[in-house]
């Protein structure tokens, strides 16, 4: 939403804080809204605007008070997202550990690696 938020920042703005967005901006967000799958809704939050400014830009259009740019070709690319893996066939990375460290200020405390993770535990609290 960054680059969208920069984008409306360039809009010019009346005295009363209102932005006052330019024609051709206008014709190319009614036209986004006729691109197949399109809605009036998505495309006016995605311009953070109400949807009745985009549905009187919209009558302005079809009065002809609004000339639409060209959009053939143009379109949304459909958005998949992918199943999660199962975290089993994840595998895990190999960790050869002969000692466990536990650093604090100058102090080096070396531990087994098989040293139970409550021993840890109640080592580094004690730090």
Known sequence: MGATNDFLAGIPRSSDGKRRWPLELKARIVAETLIEGATVNGVAKRYDLIPSSVSDWRRMARMGKLVLPNLDGMDFVPVQIAEPMP?????????NLASVELLKGGVTIRLAADTPATRIAEIVAAL
């Open 87 to 95: 975290l089993e066939s994840v595998p895990a990375p190999a960790i």
